[in-house]
């Protein structure tokens, strides 16, 4: 695997290029959210967004163990048992995913199916959904714009088309630098024996659950810690997925302040703890 | 249900006449029926091979209750090690006066591999900084139960691990 001619490149750029895609995703969410352009008429818009977001982290998730090695493994071990912490559903849903119930070969061959097939029809599905809906509805205008003032315009061609091209270009190159510079390496190969290393963490995507993962004591009240933790963030998750249809404000056509609060609450704390898992 | 809307029509029948008001509303009910009851035994009939192709086969483990893990004066004192027992991991410890401890390796949080940290004299867990003493209770950090016990037992300078039973 290490021998194939310029495969450092290949899967730096892919590693990077993933990683880039989900930053990007993220960023786009917010400003989607922070600007209430999820509000009627593109609720759908959003939600298969969302979705899209969410399957993203899945594959960001799948092909994590894909290499192998000692991290992914002990990743995979975590995040699948996270799985297996949801009530009743949860332990065949881990049996599931990792083909068995421990992470093995074939936990290795089914994520890989799912990062490979199954992950991109469904992807390739909303994008269509999204993308035919944005083109339909048109990009959302801000709120508070009043509909009479003037528009500015271009034409599409060339002038549109040139500006997007220059980004791409900066994009791209960006990208050759990274994985030119920093390569992603394959780390030490798994070993199913092994005590879990020092230092293991997952993708910065996922560290501020993990860091919170930490924090959270073994029992609270009657529950597992760890069944509460996981739980708060999957019920956080749902509230933020359904913001179109609470927030009725923005969809009257007024700016609500609680979405801002609450959105800049919730950059405030992903950035702290991710920073916090970064560094600890 | 004097007046009806007009989808409700008495539907001409093949031969020009009209079919009973009845009549029509039978066959439509039923024509629903099959096209609904064929589609969802078509869904069916696809998706129960897709869910048992994908429902990992039931493997015959094999129960292991002992494993020999080697000569007393292999195993340094204040030091642990990972014996693979049957599918699952366990960590021997062989603590500083000498004494043998054998528990689960199976972290009781998330499913990682703990370690014996020497420095400290406590089983970590380097995922999320969980700590267990040297009789298995977790003492500090997320996991939520103690760590399962195993049985070790030395047999003239051979060291096994037993499962307790
Ligand atoms: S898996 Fe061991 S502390 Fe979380």
């Given at each position: 695997?290490?021998k194939?001619?310029f495969?450092?490149?290949?899967?730096?750029?892919?590693?990077?290029?993933?990683?880039?895609?989900?930053?990007a995703?993220v960023?786009?969410?917010f400003s989607?959210?922070?600007?209430?352009?999820?509000?009627?008429?593109?609720?759908?818009?959003w939600?298969?967004g969302?979705?899209?977001?969410f399957?993203?982290?899945g594959?960001?998730?799948?092909?994590?163990?894909?290499?192998?090695?000692e991290l992914?493994?002990f990743?995979?071990?975590?995040?699948t048992?996270?799985?297996?912490?949801?009530?009743?559903?949860?332990?065949?849903?881990?049996?599931?995913?990792r083909?068995?119930e421990d992470?093995?070969?074939?936990t290795?061959s089914?994520f890989?199916?799912?990062?490979?097939?199954?992950f991109?029809?469904?992807?390739t599905?909303?994008?269509v959904i999204h993308l035919?809906?944005?083109?339909?509805?048109?990009m959302?205008e801000?709120?508070?714009l009043?509909?009479?003032?003037e528009?500015?315009?271009?034409?599409?061609?060339p002038n549109?088309?040139l500006?997007?091209?220059l980004?791409?270009?900066i994009?791209?190159?960006?990208?050759?630098?990274?994985a030119?510079f920093?390569p992603?390496e394959l780390g030490?190969?798994?070993?199913?024996?092994?005590?879990?290393?020092a230092?293991i963490?997952?993708?910065?995507?996922?560290?501020?659950?993990?860091?919170?993962?930490?924090?959270v004591?073994?029992?609270?009240l009657?529950?597992?810690?760890e069944?509460?933790g996981?739980?708060?963030?999957?019920?956080?998750?749902?509230?933020?997925?359904?913001v179109?249809?609470w927030?009725?404000?923005?969809s009257r056509?007024l700016?609500?302040k609680?979405i801002?609060?609450?959105?800049?609450?919730v950059v405030?704390?992903?950035?702290?703890f991710?920073?916090?898992?970064?560094?600890? | 249900?004097?007046?009806?809307?007009d989808e409700?029509a008495?539907?001409?029948?093949?031969s020009g006449?009209?079919?009973?008001?009845?009549?029509?509303?039978e066959?439509?009910d039923?024509?629903k029926?099959a096209l609904?009851?064929?589609f969802?035994?078509w869904?069916a009939a696809?998706?129960?091979?897709v869910?048992s192709?994908?429902?990992?086969?039931?493997?015959?483990?094999v129960?292991?209750?002992?494993v020999?893990?080697g000569?007393?004066?292999?195993?340094?004192?204040?030091?642990?090690?990972?014996?693979?027992?049957?599918s699952k991991?366990?960590?021997?410890?062989?603590?500083a006066?000498?004494?043998?401890?054998?528990?689960?390796?199976t972290?009781t949080?998330?499913?990682?591999?703990?370690?014996?940290?020497?420095d400290?004299?406590v089983?970590?867990?380097?995922?999320?900084?969980g700590?267990?003493?040297?009789?298995?209770?977790?003492?500090?950090g997320?996991?939520?139960?103690?760590?399962?016990e195993?049985r070790?037992?030395v047999?003239?300078?051979?060291?096994?691990v037993?499962?307790?039973?």
């Amino acid at each position: 695997m290490s021998k194939v001619q310029f495969g450092w490149l290949v899967r730096s750029i892919h590693s990077w290029a993933a990683n880039l895609f989900i930053l990007a995703a993220v960023i786009h969410m917010f400003s989607v959210y922070f600007e209430r352009s999820y509000r009627n008429p593109r609720e759908i818009t959003w939600l298969t967004g969302m979705l899209m977001l969410f399957l993203g982290l899945g594959f960001g998730f799948s092909g994590y163990l894909l290499p192998w090695n000692e991290l992914a493994f002990f990743a995979t071990k975590v995040g699948t048992d996270i799985a297996g912490v949801i009530p009743v559903v949860g332990k065949p849903l881990m049996i599931f995913l990792r083909g068995g119930e421990d992470v093995t070969g074939a936990t290795l061959s089914r994520f890989f199916g799912f990062h490979v097939a199954l992950f991109p029809g469904i992807f390739t599905f909303l994008l269509v959904i999204h993308l035919v809906l944005v083109q339909r509805q048109g990009m959302s205008e801000p709120l508070g714009l009043d509909a009479a003032h003037e528009r500015k315009t271009m034409p599409f061609f060339p002038n549109f088309m040139l500006r997007d091209v220059l980004l791409w270009l900066i994009v791209l190159n960006v990208l050759a630098v990274l994985a030119v510079f920093f390569p992603w390496e394959l780390g030490r190969k798994a070993d199913p024996f092994a005590s879990a290393p020092a230092g293991i963490r997952p993708e910065w995507y996922f560290l501020f659950m993990f860091q919170s993962l930490k924090y959270v004591p073994p029992r609270i009240l009657f529950l597992d810690g760890e069944v509460l933790g996981i739980g708060l963030f999957g019920v956080a998750g749902l509230i933020w997925l359904l913001v179109p249809f609470w927030d009725r404000k923005s969809s009257r056509g007024l700016r609500g302040k609680e979405i801002s609060y609450i959105g800049i609450g919730v950059v405030v704390y992903i950035l702290v703890f991710t920073i916090l898992g970064w560094f600890l | 249900m004097s007046s009806r809307p007009d989808e409700f029509a008495p539907l001409p029948s093949a031969s020009g006449q009209n079919v009973p008001l009845e009549a029509g509303q039978e066959r439509r009910d039923f024509l629903k029926l099959a096209l609904g009851g064929g589609f969802i035994a078509w869904i069916a009939a696809v998706a129960y091979p897709v869910f048992s192709y994908l429902k990992p086969p039931k493997q015959a483990e094999v129960e292991v209750t002992s494993v020999k893990v080697g000569k007393i004066a292999e195993i340094g004192k204040d030091s642990g090690m990972i014996v693979r027992f049957g599918s699952k991991p366990v960590i021997l410890i062989r603590t500083a006066d000498g004494e043998f401890r054998a528990f689960s390796a199976t972290c009781t949080h998330l499913d990682c591999t703990v370690q014996y940290k020497k420095d400290l004299g406590v089983i970590w867990c380097a995922c999320h900084n969980g700590k267990y003493d040297l009789t298995g209770r977790n003492i500090s950090g997320p996991p939520p139960r103690p760590l399962e016990e195993y049985r070790v037992i030395v047999q003239g300078d051979e060291v096994s691990v037993l499962k307790k039973t």
